[in-house]
């Protein structure tokens, strides 16, 4: 099992308000497996995500990454996390805009204390595998929405993370590139990264091997396809 979610609660105080955003989800994911994750906006999708990827802890309940029970992790306990373990994929691709694509690619190496020279090889090699060579200097603005995402995925597998977790990788790019993007998941989960997507496109869902739904912060239901 990559990861295993027991009995996650995440309330957010709003005021003197307790509102209950999770309610005891369970979940887990083997490894190698790639799920996909439905729900409706405002349903609990981005902060289970964030829980998954270690930007957050819940209130309640058990979370294991690897084996690991990141709920009694310090903040540089689940930095070293995010960096080691897993990659990320945003809706809004989450690119530093001054920075060509080699740079935001290497970037997370920098953090990883790669030396120069290391970066600069993995980099070219991250963005060539996502079929981006010709675009190595280019900034995010002189790129398509597609390329942004493909520079999006060479950053958040350059270190070989495991896990991979995409919140609407999709959600605002046209159907070519988000079918290009579904093509490099595709690869990715063959080789054998573990996948938890988020999309509210069935379409896209399709690609995972298991759907999950999630509504008003629970789990509601698992159907494999
Ligand atoms: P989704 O990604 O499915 O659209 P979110 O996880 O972003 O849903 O939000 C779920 C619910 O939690 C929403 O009602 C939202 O308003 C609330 N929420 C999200 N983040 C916070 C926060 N930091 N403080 C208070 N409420 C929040
Ligand atoms: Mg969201």
């Known amino acids: ?55 957050d802890q819940a209130t309640r309940g058990t979370y294991l990454l690897d084996g690991r029970d990141v709920g009694s992790c310090t903040e540089n306990q689940m930095s070293d996390i995010r960096l080691r373990k897993i990659g990320f994929v945003f809706q809004n691709f989450q690119l530093l805009p001054r920075q060509s694509a080699l740079d935001n690619v290497a970037l997370p190496l920098i953090y990883a204390g790669v030396s120069r020279k290391e970066r600069q090889r993995r980099a070219e090699a991250a963005l060539e595998r996502v079929g981006l060579s010709e675009r190595m200097y280019f900034k995010p603005s002189q790129l398509s929405g597609g390329q942004k995402q493909r520079v999006a995925i060479a950053r958040a597998m350059v270190n070989h993370p495991e896990l991979l977790l995409a919140d609407e990788p999709t959600g605002s790019l046209d159907s070519r590139s988000g079918e290009q993007v579904m093509e490099l998941f595709g690869e990715l989960h063959r080789e054998g990264v573990s996948i938890l997507m988020i999309t509210h496109d069935p379409g896209i869902a399709a690609y995972a091997d298991r759907t999950v739904e999630i509504r008003d912060g629970r789990i509601r239901g698992e159907g494999a396809q």
Do not use: H, R
């Open 1 to 55: 099992m990559i990861l295993e979610l027991q009995n996650i609660c995440k309330d957010y105080i709003q005021g003197k308000m307790e509102v209950p955003v999770l309610q005891d989800i369970c979940f887990s994911l083997e490894k190698g497996e790639y799920a996909a994750v439905m729900g409706p906006s405002g349903s609990g999708k981005t902060t289970l995500m964030n829980i998954i990827g270690c930007l």
